[in-house]
């Protein structure tokens, strides 16, 4: 058999400054999507799966990118028609694994992964099936799952899971192009919007909602049982938590188990509640605390969610309240080609950060020696995406006072030690570290972190939903409408 692999991979905070530069895209054309064959990655899964069942791996197109703001109409265009072109010109095929995020907006494509599964199905009609891999921050509509035949939703945040929930459509889509099975999903939306934080798999009610699903799956009732966490940050109709069950031929079946367990979700909303530090408390409190590494958790810049990383509340307040040992990471820039040419040992007096949008800060005056530049390219240790490279862009790292400041020219997820180690800087000697994220730093820095403290910060991955000017999500919905209702009343 020979399965067609690709994808277009983009998480979308619509509040963000739109994307209009195909630069934002990785792209892998033909044999360079297989670079990612061993890696903890959806596509590479998916590649190892055919590859152990004797099935051709026949590669494509992957695109993919940091989350960021809406993209632009024709770069959104261009990389469907060229995943069409390359899907059509691979010749007979028996299936088509496609690597998504599931909670990408384009220009036009408020849904823009359905969008994708669409045309995919246009291009090889009824006969060939086609399994697709979500993230678990995918907001799930009904027009996908109409196109797809398989859908797979990682199990965990921090994500570790990506090669295995890939491998597991692979498998069903094997078994289901030899007809041995007939998918059929039901998908159960209850009007909830949890904020990343609330959806940590480890811990309630998360960690319970994933052990029912997969309680029911070893059962043999069901060949799928998902529950995605949904992207708050995208104003469209489909954000939100979403539940699905995939059983063999059984829609009635498919659709008990997933308004049974969306009836579990949202009665357990209330502990997905969170409430953050404000943010002179939380460096407060940072200082006082006895050793180290406390984690200062910069919500409101969460770069996996499509923050510019360049927020600078807590770098204004670490400087005034005269922080020792402390190390942040900041996207800037033009402060990177300041210390670069002050080099090595040289002075940098510039102004840093909030520079993006009116969101994030305001920029911070700063005066300190530039210990080392580098070219911020570093690869994954893991747990989470293992294997992947990462590219800062050209990396400073220069001492402000206290503050290890490390200037990038690229926002990059804090979720691996990496980011820090290959610069030549030990984690566990920090006493202060600051990361913007929400969740997926514990991946990296959870077996380290001494403490933890979720600070309030201003931004575009902000817990305080009420802050964002929504117009296209479902109304009422938790947890911007307290009094939202559901089932609804007849
Ligand atoms: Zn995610």
Redesign the pocket.
């Known amino acids: 058999m020979r399965f067609a692999v690709g994808g277009i991979f983009n ?1 979308t905070n619509t509040f963000a400054a739109p994307v209009t530069d195909i630069s934002a895209f990785t792209i892998r054309r033909g044999e360079a999507c297989l670079d990612l064959a061993g890696a903890n990655h959806s596509l590479g899964g998916a590649i190892d799966a055919c590859r152990e069942l004797g099935i051709e791996a026949v590669p494509t197109i992957y695109a993919d990118s940091l ?1 960021t703001g809406t993209t632009a109409r024709p770069i959104f265009e261009a990389l469907l028609d060229e995943l069409a072109e390359r899907i059509i010109s691979a010749g007979p095929l028996d299936g088509i694994a496609l690597a998504l ?1 599931g ?1 990408m907006v384009a220009e036009g494509h408020p849904d823009a992964d359905a969008a994708i599964v669409q045309r995919v199905r246009e291009v090889v009609g009824s006969g060939v099936p086609i399994a697709v891999a979500v ?4 907001n799930i509509g009904q027009p996908m799952l109409d196109a797809a035949d398989i859908v797979t939703v ?1 199990d965990t ?1 921090p ?1 570790c899971d990506q090669a295995e929930r890939a491998r597991e459509a692979v498998a069903l889509l094997a078994r289901t192009a030899r007809g041995e099975i007939r998918p059929v999903t039901a998908l159960v939306k209850p009007p909830m919007m949890p904020v ?1 934080q609330g959806q940590h798999t480890e811990q309630p009610p998360f960690r319970d909602l994933l052990a029912r699903a997969h309680e029911i799956e070893a059962r043999g009732d069901a060949l799928i049982v998902s529950v995605a ?1 949904g ?1 708050a940050y995208a104003d469209v109709p489909e954000a939100g938590l979403s539940v699905l069950a995939t059983t063999d031929g059984d829609p009635a079946l498919a659709h008990a188990i997933a308004s049974d367990l969306a009836r579990q979700a949202w009665n357990a909303r209330d502990r997905m509640a969170v409430h953050n530090v404000p943010v002179a408390d939380a460096v407060a409190e940072a200082i006082a605390f006895p050793g180290g590494p406390v984690m200062l958790v910069d919500v409101g810049d969460n770069i ?1 969610g499509g923050t510019p990383g360049d927020g600078t509340a807590l770098l204004a307040e670490l400087l005034r309240q005269g922080a020792r040992g402390a190390i942040m990471v900041i996207a800037d820039r033009e402060a990177v080609a300041l210390a670069a040419r002050a080099g090595v040992g040289g002075l940098l007096e510039a102004t840093v950060g909030g520079k993006t949008d009116r969101w994030h800060g305001d920029p911070v005056p700063v005066r300190g020696r530039v210990r080392s530049i580098g070219d911020g390219r570093w690869v994954h240790e893991g747990p989470e995406w293992a294997g992947v490279p990462v590219e800062m862009g050209t990396t400073a790292v220069v001492d402000v006072d206290g503050v290890t400041l490390v200037l990038t020219e690229r926002a990059t997820a804090p979720g691996d030690q990496q980011q820090l180690k290959s610069l030549g800087i030990t984690p566990t000697e920090q006493r202060i570290i600051v990361v913007k994220a929400a969740v ?1 730093w514990r991946g990296g820095y959870g077996p380290i972190a001494r403490h933890a403290i979720h600070v309030d910060t201003p931004g575009l991955g902000s817990a305080n939903l009420a802050g964002f000017p929504y117009h296209h999500i479902r109304r009422p919905i938790w947890p911007l409408d307290a009094d939202a209702a559901w089932p609804h009343p007849a």
């Open positions: 998480e989350a995020h909670a993230d678990f921050h995918a990682y945040y994500h990343p966490g992207f996996g997926r």
